[in-house]
């Protein structure tokens, strides 16, 4: 598991449960704020980005593994506020080309 997965779960779980960010919100900012919260852990700024969009993409496999919409989960609908958010991060990086949809 990279370094700093951790504490890009904790931002993000703490920017939606205790601050009330919306999901969709709080997982672009995560995104966007990545190299500060990496930066201790040794991670390149230049991909900062990109371990942020692995820790949202591993996240969104646990919640669809082990069904949490179907369970009810406010977050287990990831297609409304996970992967959107990835999307548009990828779409608008330099040099990415963008996500095919």
């Known amino acids: 598991m990279p370094l700093g997965f951790d504490a890009l779960h904790r931002r993000v779980q703490t920017a ?3 601050a009330g960010v919306e999901p969709r919100a709080a997982a672009g900012r995560l995104i966007a704020a990545a ?3 990496l930066a201790p ?3 390149p700024a230049g991909v900062a980005d990109l371990v942020a ?3 949202l993409v591993e996240l969104a496999a646990r919640y669809l593994r082990d069904r949490q919409a179907e369970a009810g989960a406010r977050l287990g609908h ?3 506020w996970l992967l ?3 999307e548009d991060h990828l ?3 330099p040099g990415a080309g963008g996500v095919a949809k």
């Open 16 to 18: 939606i449960t205790r």
């Open 53 to 55: 969009v692995l820790y």
């Open 84 to 86: 959107p958010a990835v």
């Open 78 to 80: 990831v297609d409304a």
């Open 91 to 93: 779409a608008g990086r």
């Open 41 to 43: 852990f040794g991670q």
């Open 35 to 37: 190299a500060d919260d």
